[in-house]
């Protein structure tokens, strides 16, 4: 597949998900919330689990879960007891994805920068040395 | 020492990146608002700008166009609010193909410490960015397959 119709395919792929991704961003705001995906990433837990490094109850963990599963970024198993959360991969990558964009664009860019900001920094000291004390 | 750039999402609407420079911030703030200057840097690894017209002046416009690989282009344009050298610049931004109406508000503050300056931008979308991403904001470059990238780019979140 050639690189234009890859990108139409995830452009595609990506307006189909708007609505999700509204939610997935408004879901990724929060800190208690970025740091259980963060959690998740590393393996699937119970809600017990989650709540256990947080200081917080597990009700109060439970509302953040339900707020991540609607946004499609977690599932939750049916075993009775347990129920183990996972991490969703495919709705956090379209999001992650666009911030890596993103971030490259300004990291890519700002390392350009650097460069040229020395230069003009060289220039001015020597123009300064050429024409003596500014 | 490396100055790394932090990327944060404060809210549904906003992203905000933030880099320090080891330069005064009278020399960054002219690398964002002079055209010679500006192309000289701005754009990813493989694009560049082919086009940078500015009207520096509150209510002027700007445009740039931007050339990338397998000769895909990319435009942008807005308006100037806000010009306090050098400080603070606060410009709109809309992209050429951008399907969703809604301009984009991007606020650049310039901190300087010690000869180092800071640059603080906010983007503040017109609608929850997610909707902003998927209607608007132009995929101009080839998407990562990284799924280790994740747990970096939700670390670099939480900061």
Redesign the interface.
Known sequence: MC??S??VT??NQ??M??????????A??D?TR??I??RL??GEASVGELAAPFAMSQPAVSKHLRVLERAGLISRGRAAQRRPCRLE?SA???????????????????Q???????E??AA?AGGQRRGGKP | MT?Q?V?T????RE?V?S?S???PRR??F??FSKPE?LV??????GWQLVVCEMDLRVGGTWRYVSEG??GATMGQSGTYLEITPPERLVVTELFDDQSYPGETTITHEFIEQDERTTVE?TLLFA?????E???G?P??????ES?E???E???D??T
């Open positions: 690189l234009a890859a990108l995830v452009y990506m307006v998900n708007a609505t999700a991704l509204d939610s997935t961003f408004a990724l705001a800190p970025r740091a995906l963060a990433a590393a991969a956090l990558r379209v999001a992650t994805d666009w911030l890596d964009a993103l971030r490259r664009h300004w990291e890519e860019s700002y350009r920068l650097d460069a040229l900001l020395e003009m920094k001015e | 100055n750039l990327l999402t404060p809210s549904a992203i990146l880099r420079f080891d330069a020399m960054v002219d690398a200057l000289r840097w701005y754009g990813a690894n690989p397998h931008t609608t929850p960015v997610g909707r991403i998927v209607l904001y995929m101009a470059r080839g998407v990562s799924y990238r994740l747990s780019v939700l670390a979140m939480q």
